[in-house]
Each structure stands twice: as C-alpha cells, then as structure tokens.
C-alpha cells in the first residue's frame, strides 16, 4: 500500500509538473510564475544605493548616471549618441514592458500575448491604418541624421537592456502573460507616437452630424450646434491682428453630403478630461521677473506613468522634463534657456469619405469622373494559440476602408464602406520638433522647431530666459473649407478632398500679448476671424475661462501660484448654471431625501473638492438633465446614430429661450417645459444617487462616488491605485475624472538658474515590486509638486543624490 501511495504521488507530482511548465491555449505556464528561481518572487526590489559600473556594448565613451531619491536618471554623455543609447537603457530597465505592450497594441499584435479574444481590437488598429503610417513615419525619421541617429541609439540601448535579461529578470507581467521579451526596432518609436495620435485625435462626430442634419435640416442644425460657442476665451487672444496673407481656400462645394443612406456609427467619442492645461506668465506678473511657466496633460491615468523623468546631459544639450517610454528626448520640459509644454489642440484631422466601388470586386473606386484601382494590403494577425489570420485592407488616396459590408465592426459601429482620411497616415518627422526643443535657446528656436510638427496637433507653450512667452496651436492642419468634415464626405467628388495644408508659419501664434500671459485649456484656437477652418467644435469653454480669470488677476506670481492654479476645483459649470436652474425647480412634490439634496445644492459653494456632496447631485443631475431634455429628439438605436448639442448651448437655451419647443418631450401626450425638464431630472438623480449609495451621507462625497482609479495597463486591480481620493472632475481645471486627468504637473521658474517642480501619479518604477512603483502618488494625489533636481555637472553634490551608475 505504501508503494502504491508512493507511485500515485509521484505520478500526481509529474502530471503537475507537467501542467504547471506548459501553456493551455491563451492562459500561460503557472510553473514559471511561482518558481522561487526565475518567478515572481525575482522582481520584488529592495531600495538600491549603491553605486554601481556596468561594461556594455553600444557605447563610445563612459556615461555617468547619476540617480537622486525618486530614482530619477541624470544622465551625462560625452555625445549625443551615448545619452541617447543610455535612455534607450535606462528606460527598458524600468518601462520595458510598458515599452511593448503599447506599442503591441499600436500594431495589432495583442493577440501575439493574449490570443483570439484581442483579435478584433488588432483587426481595427491595423484597419485604421496605425501600421501604414508608422511605416512612413519611420521612412521620415530615418531619412534626416539627427533624428536617425537617436532612433538608432536609443534603439541599442533598449536592445542592450533585453541582450542581458535573464527570464528571471523579465518584468512581472511577462511572467504573468506567459511571453518574452523581443528586440526594439526604430520603427516601434513610430508606432508610439501613432498610438498617442490615437489618444488625442481620433475624435469624431461625422456621422452623428449627417444624421442630425437629415433629420433636421440646415437651419436647426447650424442654430443647434453653432460653429463657434456662446461662452469662449480662445487660446490666441480674441481681436489679435494676423500678420500673414492667407493662401486661397476652397469654395464650399455644392453639395456637403454624400449620395446615399448612411449606416450606423458609434465612433469614439471625445473624453473633456482627455485634454490638458498649460500657461505662462511674463516678467510683469512673475516675482522674480523672468517668466513662469505651467502644463499638465490630461491624458489616461496609468500605471507605469505614461510619462518617465530624466535628464540628458551632453556638449549640445542640458534638458530634463516628461520623456515616453519608446521615443528619445524629453517631451515636455525645459533648459537652462527655455521652458515648453503642451495641451491637445482638438482639430479636425480625422474625415470619412463614402467609397462606390466599381462592382463586386471591389477592385476600382470611383473618383473625379473616373475609376482608380484599390490598393490591397495584407495584415498577418498571429494569435496565440491559433494559425494566422491574413486580413485584407482595402486604400483608396483617401485611406483605408475600414469596414465592408456584411463585416461587423469592433465594439462600436464603425461606417461600412467608409475611408477613413487621417493624419497620422502622413509621413512626418514629429521627434525632430522635440529634438530641436531639447536643444532651442529662444523664441526663434522654438518656432523653427514647431515647423517640423505634424500630429497629434498641439498647443505648444513657450517662455524662454530672455523674457518672452508665446503660445502656438501647432500642427499640420488640413486645408478645408469651412466646415469640411463637420459631415461625412463624398468619396467620389474631389471638392471632398483635402486640398493641401495649411502653412506652417500661417499657424495660430501669438508672443507677448499685452495681457501678459498666454493659456490654454483645449478650447478654441482663436477667435472666428482666423481665416482657415481647423474643426467646428473644441472642448468646452469653462477650464479656459477659469484660468483666464485667475491670471488676469494673478500679480507678483511664484511658482507656488501657478501650482494651485493647477489644483483649482471650481466649478464654473455649476456657478453658471444654478442661477438660471434653480428657479425653475419646483420643490412640490420632493421626497424628504430630494428636499435634502436640493438643500445641499443651495449651498454648495461650486467647489468640487473630495468632502462636497453638492458636487456629485449636480453632476449626476446635469447628466440626467441633457438626457432628458434632448433624448426624445436626438434617439440612437442600430439604424442612426446622433450627438446631444453642447451643454453650453442647452444652458443658453434655458436662459434666452426658456420656452423652446426641445423642452417638450415628444414622446409624452403632455407638453413638459423646461421647469418639468429640471424638475424630473434632478428627482431622477437623487433616486440615482440613493440606488448606487444608500441615504444622503458619506458615500455621496464627491470622492467617493468619483472613485479615482489609476489603473495598470493591463487592468489588474492588484497593481492598481483604487478610489484615489481627489477632487476635481470634467471641465474643471483640475481635470481629475473617474479615469483621466493631470498625468504630469509641472511647473518652471525661469531664470538665470532654472527652478523647476514637477510630479505624476506613481513613479519611475514599472515594477509593482519596486519602493519606486507607486511612490509619487501621495504627492500628486494632495497636489504638490516634487522639486526636479536639475544638475549641471556629473560632479554636482546634493543630499538628494543617492548612487552612481557608469555605463562602459
């Protein structure tokens, strides 16, 4: 018997063995993950301060990095080459895998890691052409030789990170995917910035809009959702003189629709808390006399920080700031001479054109009176586990057709038959402005650098040590006529077309504006004598104006002042609103648990700080009031698609036309009003709000419904950062919503030495076992800011420098 039992053992022992080392289709070997040898226990790391020399390949002379105690690199190269190289490395250690699941996903290669169930999400990044334009891009990149030799270097610095990575060594989430790490190539730097044009400039409402106008006509659609907002303090100063000649811009064609039914859409729309502030304050307004400078993107709150800290040192340059993980050079940041940053413009680069094929062969298109051939380009899609799938696209000059007919499309309905016209499918150079930045000495500089800039377009802020500011929506922009874009576009007229670009020095742009600042918060770029049409709609007005009117009354500015500017919670929306809204809420009728949260509302002071409970009943009923007002009249279902107007125009409806027929509900046999609309709206909300937290009490605090979550990349709670309490929210300054918000804070005193202050949310580290991996959090979360120590020499002394590396 005890032999048997021996036998069974062992033989059990075996078949576990067996089980653990071996991966079952799509779910990884579990033996790897908890061996005590090459496992997760591998990647816990203790704090580190010893100095250490590390002989590698790729470098022509030593390069010293010195680390202070946020474990940020201060890196000090001979050449530019070897700081480049030494990034490349220095980044992998910390980001490499954050590095290639981005730019996996960028390329369609999740189901590479995950299998078949990230296959459509592959299919329609390759649809959307991210691969065909990272390929002309790298084309670009690699053609000059600044931007070719950073690739190239930082390239082998990445490479001779993974060359000496041992599976014990590999970041946890290999280990918990089941995969490897592969080489770095130059043209995954291209695929980042593809996948960041993703984040910011994939917005679009055209088919909504089409539908909106079929249903409504011209009139009620122009009179709805207005080319210019009521309420605007445009980035570029309103009445500011152009000094150029504008080229000639097209004529608006006859027709602005195309033939035919369009088919159901439900294209991403644009997050307000995706977005960012930045300004900068002249001598006249900063204590110190010299220029003051601010920006914080409001990007997705991730964990690893979308964002890694460094300094490059060499004999051309001396910068530190925001560095990606997968691009070299800094992105936002400063020198000894200037400070940049930048916000997203929001501009309209992204078209759809109906596509009429010459038969079912789908092989010529028809465009300007004759029949073009179709481009074929074959996606190979390997999912683990499963054979390759071989997608075929199909490119018009316009673009790619995403989707044919009889095709489903991912997660949302994506136009059938529609080419997709996008920027980021144009070769550009985009490294070579920051490139340039990292280097510029004055405002000359800085606009010779924006002059290489393509896309994602961006509000570039500028203040430099010889006391200038200027701020510059920046981008290559489309050459449109107006409102080209604003529908779907007809695929076979060429008066569809784009017609050329905008000139570069023809941007928006304005130096020293007597106001002595300049801002951005993502709103308009300018006001509407700007002769060339950038989009219709841009985010809403309210964080722009907030930060108008704190700088204009700002005086004697320190950093301190523009640090809390960033942290300003004041809700303009609501300050706006309660006047004209109140009145019209009639109490008759309120459950006790209503009358107490309308009691809450009176007198909340507008501030959406982590304690108030006004906030969350007014956030909640404003949503349910838009639904209420304009759902009955703008309804969605799988035949058409439509977008609510703007809440800036329903306020200045209630407000001017307070007896609007949209207040009706045309799907009641009553006549509501904008009093029933309130009314309804806010009961609504309350019993909402009762559902999700039971009675009016602490659950209700706005940061506790708002429940910040910063969530790892790869949506693991256990290496998350859960219901972070922060105030803030949606068109706030403090742009902190459930899932978004300040990725990066920054703050830059000019002067004859720079003072610099800057924090993200998490830390240098992507290892969840690193005391570097979470450390900055508590410091972003209460809106300070960590003093970035800005070195001159290798030599420099500082309590806060903490060890030494030397790359030989």
Known sequence: MRYAKAILSTLLTIILIYALSRSWGTVPAFGPLLSPFVGFWQNAEPANDADEEITINGTSAPVTVIFDDLAIPHVFAQNDRDAYFAQGYLTARDRLWQMEFQTHAAAGRVSEIVGDR?????????????GFGAERAVKAMMADPRSRESLEAYTAGVNAYIDQLKPAQYPLEYKLLGYAPEPWQPIKCAYFLKYMSGVLALGADDLNMSNVLKKYGLAVTTDLFPDYPFREDPIVPAGTKWDFKPINIPAVPASVLPNGKPLAMRWP???????????????????????????????SLSLPSIWYQIQLVTPTLNVYGASMPGSPGVIIGFNRQIAWGVTN?????????QIKFK?????????????????RRLEVIKAKGKPDIIDTVLYTHHGPIMYEENEKPYAKNVPVGYAARWIAHEASNDFLTYYLLDRAKNHADYRKALSFYSAPAQNFVFADVAKDIAISPN?????????????????????????????????????????????????????????????????????????????????????????????DNLNLRAKNALPIFLPYLRTNGLTAEQAKALDIVKKWTYTNDVGEVGATIFTEWMQQYMEHVWKDDFPSNDQNTFRFPSFDRTLLLAEKEPNARWFDNVTTATTETLGDMLTQSFRSAVDSLTRQHGPIGKAWQWGNHKATRISHLARLDALSALNVQIGG?????????????????????????????????????????????????????????????????????????????VLK
């Open 729 to 805: 929210g949606a068109n706030i300054v403090n742009a902190t919503s459930e899932r978004n918000g300040p990725s990066w804070r920054m703050v830059v005193a000019l002067g004859p030495q720079p003072k610099a202050y800057g924090v993200y949310p998490g830390g240098q580290s992507g290892n969840p076992g690193s005391p570097h991996y979470l450390n900055m959090l508590e410091t972003w979360r209460t809106g300070q800011l960590n003093e970035l120590l800005f070195l001159q020499t290798a030599q420099d002394k500082h309590p806060r420098i903490k060890r030494k590396m």
């Open 359 to 375: 038969d079912a062969s789908k092989r010529e298109y028809w465009h300007d009176n004759k029949w073009k051939p179709i481009t």
């Open 345 to 353: 413009v929001g501009a309209d680069v992204l078209d759809f054109y």
């Open 269 to 299: 729309e644009h997050d307000p808390t995706i977005g960012s502030n930045n300004w900068a304050v002249g001598p006249q307004k900063s204590a110190t006399g010299y220029p003051i400078l601010a920006n914080d993107p409001h990007l």
């Open 118 to 130: 990230a296959l459509e999400l592959d299919r329609y990044n390759r649809r959307l052409g991210m």
């Open 475 to 567: 981008g290559r922009f489309p050459l449109k006529w107006k409102n080209q874009g604003k529908f779907l576009l007809d695929g076979t007229n060429p008066a569809h077309d784009w017609q050329g670009w905008v000139p570069a020095e023809q941007n928006p742009h304005v130096k020293n504006p007597p106001r002595g600042f300049v801002s951005s918060a993502n709103q308009f770029s300018t006001d509407p004598t700007y002769p060339y049409y950038l989009n219709w709609q841009f985010a809403s007005a309210e964080r722009g104006i907030r930060i108008n009117q704190r700088l204009t009354a700002m005086q004697n500015a320190t950093p301190d002042s523009l640090r809390m500017l960033q942290n």
